[in-house]
């Protein structure tokens, strides 16, 4: 039986009784922890990937994603309050629909950290490049700052930044949540000042014609600009803190994604109204809209900028660039500086949960026990951090942002189907289960989130629709290869970890993956 392998809840739960923690979170507090966690690197760096799109119906795009994410988390907040310990998605669907499931979520999620981390790191390279050239006035050749199917050879500060945050966690250095609050602060001020500056000189007749690519491409932007939303599992998983969770996390969740998404549609208004500029799609001479992140958009690109076009979908660091053109140079570069500052940290936390998921999945026995190794002197899980620092940096020097926010929103959207599912499986298998938290109208809300993971996931482009099957086809071969024959629950042994259930062992207790 391929489904047969189920691991059981209890022992599950029974580390999490071990590890109960103090109800303290209300709906204030759980509202703020998703406004933080979930506002970041995607507005920041693809918006021009969403302008190349859809134009100015990018708006639409903002609340479509925001719509599917609203209906995910609701669902991932009632298994996050029943199964409060470390894994996510895959512990999920461990213990509700079994192994196989459960290890193809685990393959996706290190498909969806990896490949963000990479994202992101070419985001910072956006930024960083943009600054430099902004405040020194010099010309860095794209050969050196942009990968080959972005009209360069390899993106090189990339490469660094993803080199220098995988040293930084095999050391074990990792900032405190104080850290990553001020972190916060400095991305949500920087697009508050942006908001404040740019939307008041807005030109209505920038936002025509508003979808110049029709709903295909509003369709086509939203699945990209998901990315944009990932992180309010941060709000879902603190259920366990949160005092009356029946009431709070709703509110907590959709306040969040609510306020978050006002937000995106207030930065989006400002980007394509901003005199000067232009935020609708570049196209051929034939009239094609070409693809964003390829060879030919950034020669288009060229040729439109030495005729004195300004667009945005051309620019690596939308949101600066922005500023810069409509009279604020200097509020533009300390925009620019804020996200070189903040991203950094964005990375090292998506690493941070790719060795996570792997360390699991190690101590699982599904994958080899070597990827659960610790450093004798820096306590920290070495092995794959390293091989998952050496695959975020390629990702980063050769592959454009949109093309690598595509390609890991493909395994988050299967990761969060699949929670959707077990959520409604649970309700019938397991009926009378105590839950902290239960979906409202789940009956409604799960195949709504399920029908809105499978719509952006159609809507992605095909080269990430293709390489995500490839990918599930190389993990269904690593399971039946290798992974079954060596599976704990497999050759009948269940562990419960009281100490190490929020593995891999950090000196200081992991911060939420913020996006």
Known sequence: MLFDRVKPLDAILATAEKKSLTRTLGAFQLTMLGIGAVIGTGIFVLTAEAAQKAGPGMMISFIIAGFVCACAALCYAEMASMVPVSGSAYTYSYAVMGELIAWMVGWALILEYAVAAGAVSVGWSGYVVGLLEATLSINIPDTLVAGPFDGGAINLPAMFIAGLVTWLLVIGTRESATVNAILVVIKVTALTVFIILAVPVM??????????????????????????????DAVSTAAEETKNPQRNM??????????????????????????????????????????????????????????????????????????????????????????????????????????RIFFVMSRDGLLPSAFSKIHPK???????????????????????????????????????????????????????????????????????????????FVSLDYKSIVLFLVWAAIGLLVYFGYSRSRSHVGLGHVEVHEDDADAPPPPVPPAPSFN
């Open 203 to 232: 030109n209505s007749e920038q936002f025509s014609p508003f979808a110049p690519t029709g709903f295909w491409g509003i369709s086509m932007a939203a699945a990209s600009i998901f990315f944009a939303y990932v992180g309010f």
């Open 250 to 355: 709703p509110i907590g969740l959709i306040g969040s994604l609510l306020i978050c998404t006002i937000f995106y549609l207030l930065v989006a208004a400002g980007v394509i109204g901003a005199p000067g500029l232009s935020a609708q799609p570049v196209t051929t001479a034939a009239g094609a809209v070409l693809e964003p992140g390829s060879r030919e958009l950034a020669a288009q690109c060229v040729t439109r900028a030495a005729e004195g076009f300004k667009d945005v979908v051309c620019s690596k660091e939308a949101l600066a660039f922005t500023l810069r053109e409509i009279g604020w140079p200097q509020i533009g570069n300390l925009l620019g500086l804020a996200a070189g500052l903040a991203l950094p940290s964005v990375i090292l936390m998506m690493m941070f949960g790719q060795t």
């Open 378 to 456: 820096f306590n920290t899980p070495h092995v794959i951090t390293i091989i998952t620092g050496v695959a975020v940096a390629l990702f980063a020097a050769f592959f454009p942002v949109g093309q690598l926010a595509n390609i890991s929103n493909s395994g988050t959207l299967f990761a969060f189907a699949a929670v959707s599912i077990a959520v409604m499986v649970i309700r019938r298998t397991e009926p009378n289960r105590h839950r902290p938290f239960r979906t409202p109208l789940v009956w409604l809300i799960a195949p709504l989130a399920i029908l809105g993971c499978v719509y952006l």
